[in-house]
DNA sequence: ATTTGACCCTCACGCGACGTGAGGCGCCAG
DNA sequence: CTGGCGCCTCACGTCGCGTGAGGGTCAAAT
């Protein structure tokens, strides 16, 4: 019962070369040579040789193996549980994968072979995405797995800004702040009322001008529709405030305008976490959040009392984006303690 | 608008060490250096890394990636396609260790950790499946999905063989004849009732003897049942011949057992491809149909006629094992055809 | 003017599981 | 004794980089 190499490869569709690599490495060894220095193996190296098999179809390194089958009593179900995990893993990323090209695919195929062009940006953009989001991230993002129509959508908005721009409306025109209000809707939608997803979208597109352009956005258009927003919003504080605040809002209202998303974010974060509105992080967010409702509306208690009242009696204010009931009673609890303590 | 190689590696993300491989592999080459030799990136060079980026992300190789952008009008579809079929593979191959995976680990945890050596058994056995079977085989091959019930029961039935043996009983005791049945039954569920299958399993057992030991079933067992089985199958002939027919039916018929598999095996093949009864194909298989039953019941066609007989009276034979009644009229038509012709 | 420290260069080995020769011996049949 | 097959060892190639080693470059701080 002893085998040369070329017999046991074939009896185990293994090549010549891989018995020969498993000697080398020391995973399996033949048990005598003969005097030509032929392998020679008995029916325990064979036995051997199946179980390396067996573990090698579970996709274990063969370092893994070694070490495996040199031990007295294995661990076994750490073992395999830890394989598991890292086929999971594997086959979740490759799903994706396929999705992602399924999609693209069609693209192609509906689209009567888009140029190679178009097709790239689109593929460029979702791996920009890659970069500034977590995989979690990228799965509660419907602007990651948004189709056609929804980048149509977005085009179609992108264009109408431009057309704006090229005319040199104003961003205070109605028209300008109507498309701003869709745009922002469009945006809360896509970023799943999440102001975390939102600021992380925002540092990508500051930090990657290529991004931008990829759908059309660049730095005039994004500016603009910011500004049309900001008086998007003025509109409805309006009739709240005296000639002067109303003057000094708008002065400053629009600059404030990026700084909401972070402390939007933060909020979000604590509420999640069950930070209670007493403790010290939540009364740090409250003074930031002062502070800057300060910059643009001064620091007269009597001028923040009537901003607070338009935010409760405006329906425009009060469904504000990226900011729901929980969150803002969660703020003005946070606030009052900040105030009594 | 320079970037030096750290300055574009943080950017997109990448490590130097990358952009530099790329760069040795021709995929970017910078389009400058400057007097100190370092790599200086332009805005194409930038364009062309981020298309790389993004192919790159479908799981294409660097290699591929060069030729692709390289051509000036990409087959896009094409590759598409052949990435996802890739991918579609990779996919069900994973997901089938999975879940033999999850199997495995059900049985060691359930099974208060089973000796390394019980549980790599089941392992080595798939294996050993796995070369003698394709994956769309293993697919059709209840056997290659049970469960440890069933793999119990065989455990049980082997057992029951190996007492009988023990005990010195006769094949052709009702006991025997009993456990022969049974096996045969429960071996056409496992094999879905494809005589393909069957044969493959049988040239596998036959080739590999350790196969055989991780079930328990040595070459005297499958010898005893098989022996058995057609002891069985004679009781029921018993009744329809004369002495002098069943005597050298009795002293054939066993030797010929074997030999049925590989006709089932073409029968059902040529029934699945249209072949037509008449046609050369079926008339050779009927041809050597013929010559095996000659082989154990002689070439007296009064006594073939008995036994068509017996097959179509005897419940037990009627049902007789990975033959439906589509192939037995398939049969009867091609032997009529050849008689005929 | 020099030193520091961050950045850049090339060269070259390493991984993992073998494939693929090259060049040379052993063994058996004709 | 010769041809053919199987065996041996040695060694480079694969793929996408990681990880140093050993040494220049450049701007700012001393």
Same mark, same amino acid.
């Given at each position: 019962?002893?085998?040369?190499?070329?017999?046991?490869?074939?009896?185990?569709?293994?090549?010549?070369?891989?018995?020969?690599?498993?000697?080398?490495?020391?995973?399996?060894?033949?048990?005598?040579?003969?005097?030509?220095?032929?392998?020679?193996?008995?029916?325990?190296?064979?036995?051997?040789?199946?179980?390396?098999?067996?573990?090698?179809?579970?996709?274990?390194?063969?370092?893994?193996?070694?070490?495996?089958?040199?031990?007295?009593?294995?661990?076994?179900?750490?073992?395999?549980?830890?394989?598991? !995990?890292?086929?999971?893993?594997?086959?979740?990323?490759?799903?994706?994968?396929?999705? !992602?090209?399924?999609?693209?695919?069609?693209?192609?195929?509906?689209? *009567?072979?888009?140029?190679?062009?178009?097709?790239?940006?689109?593929?460029?953009?979702?791996?920009?995405?890659?970069?500034?989001?977590?995989?979690?991230?990228?799965?509660?993002?419907?602007?990651?797995?948004?189709d056609n129509a929804r980048w149509a959508e977005w085009k179609d908005l992108v264009k109408e800004a431009e057309a704006l721009l090229q005319q040199g409306t104003s961003p205070a025109s109605s028209e300008a702040r109507d498309l701003a209000m869709r745009w922002m809707a469009k945006l809360e939608r896509d970023t799943a009322g999440d102001p975390a997803l939102l600021e992380k979208l925002n540092a990508m597109h500051a930090n990657e001008p290529d991004a931008q352009e990829q759908l059309g956005i660049s730095t005039r258009v994004s500016d603009f529709v910011m500004q049309a927003f900001a008086e998007y919003k003025l509109t409805f504080y309006r009739r709240y405030l005296s000639d002067a605040e109303f003057d000094?809002?708008? *002065?400053?209202?629009?600059?404030?305008?990026?700084?909401?998303?972070?402390?939007?974010?933060?909020?979000?974060?604590?509420?999640?976490?069950?930070?209670?509105?007493? *403790?010290?992080?939540?009364?740090?967010?409250?003074?930031?959040?002062?502070?800057?409702?300060? !910059?643009?509306?001064?620091?007269?208690?009597?001028?923040?009392?009537?901003?607070?009242?338009?935010?409760?009696?405006?329906?425009?204010?009060?469904?504000?984006?990226?900011?729901?009931?929980?969150?803002?009673?969660?703020?003005?609890?946070?606030?009052?303690?900040?105030?009594?303590?």
């Amino acid at each position: 019962m002893l085998l040369r190499v070329g017999e046991l490869a074939r009896r185990t569709g293994l090549t010549v070369r891989t018995l020969h690599h498993y000697d080398d490495i020391g995973l399996l060894k033949p048990s005598t040579r003969s005097d030509a220095g032929y392998r020679l193996y008995r029916r325990q190296d064979v036995a051997r040789l199946h179980r390396i098999q067996a573990l090698r179809s579970l996709g274990m390194s063969l370092a893994d193996i070694g070490t495996l089958l040199d031990q007295p009593s294995p661990p076994l179900s750490t073992v395999i549980e830890r394989q598991m !995990r890292l086929l999971e893993h594997q086959i979740v990323q490759k799903t994706q994968l396929r999705d !992602r090209l399924a999609n693209l695919h069609r693209q192609v195929v509906n689209g *009567e072979e888009p140029a190679m062009d178009d097709w790239l940006k689109t593929l460029e953009l979702m791996t920009m995405y890659d970069r500034y989001f977590s995989p979690e991230e990228l799965d509660r993002l419907p602007l990651y797995q948004a189709d056609n129509a929804r980048w149509a959508e977005w085009k179609d908005l992108v264009k109408e800004a431009e057309a704006l721009l090229q005319q040199g409306t104003s961003p205070a025109s109605s028209e300008a702040r109507d498309l701003a209000m869709r745009w922002m809707a469009k945006l809360e939608r896509d970023t799943a009322g999440d102001p975390a997803l939102l600021e992380k979208l925002n540092a990508m597109h500051a930090n990657e001008p290529d991004a931008q352009e990829q759908l059309g956005i660049s730095t005039r258009v994004s500016d603009f529709v910011m500004q049309a927003f900001a008086e998007y919003k003025l509109t409805f504080y309006r009739r709240y405030l005296s000639d002067a605040e109303f003057d000094l809002m708008r *002065e400053n209202y629009p600059q404030c305008m990026h700084e909401w998303p972070p402390l939007m974010a933060r909020l979000r974060q604590l509420l999640e976490q069950g930070t209670r509105p007493e *403790e010290p992080a939540a009364q740090q967010l409250a003074r930031e959040w002062l502070a800057l409702l300060q !910059r643009f509306a001064g620091d007269d208690p009597a001028t923040h009392q009537k901003i607070r009242q338009a935010n409760e009696q405006e329906p425009a204010l009060k469904d504000s984006t990226w900011m729901n009931d929980r969150m803002k009673d969660y703020l003005g609890q946070a606030v009052a303690s900040l105030t009594a303590g």
